[in-house]
């Protein structure tokens, strides 16, 4: 079983930086694919960064340029690099391994992104 441990999450202004962890621990050989994925209040869950099976890494127009997706396959951790934050980028951020029938694995319990003033 494969459990999904996120933090690093906070409050920050806008401009502001941050850095999200995401533990991967379990039955997992690598980090081969993975993704970052967020949800803001009264939004779907969308998926933000990620490693894809194939090709360079991945990422949704609304962050390109200020988020950087990053992992270390040796501490089975997955890392988003976040930089001048917005207050759209408010939302709960999760880590995942996207596929094509969807997430593969039992979500974790997300961590808070509050851009604010």
């Known amino acids: 079983q494969v459990q999904l441990v996120e933090s690093g999450g906070g409050l920050v202004q806008p401009g502001g930086s941050l850095r999200l962890s995401c533990a991967v621990s379990g039955s997992v050989s690598s980090l081969f694919v993975m993704g970052w994925y967020r949800q803001a209040p009264g939004k779907q869950r969308e998926l933000v960064a990620s490693?894809?099976?194939?090709?360079?890494?991945n990422y949704v127009d609304s962050v390109k340029g200020r988020f950087t997706i990053s992992r270390d396959n040796a501490e089975k951790t997955v890392y988003l690099q976040m930089n001048s934050l917005k207050p759209e980028d408010t939302a709960v951020y999760y880590c995942n391994a996207p596929t094509t029938t969807g997430p593969l694995y039992e979500w974790g319990q997300g961590t808070q992104v509050t851009v604010s003033s």
């Open positions: 490693f894809p099976r194939t090709g360079s890494t």
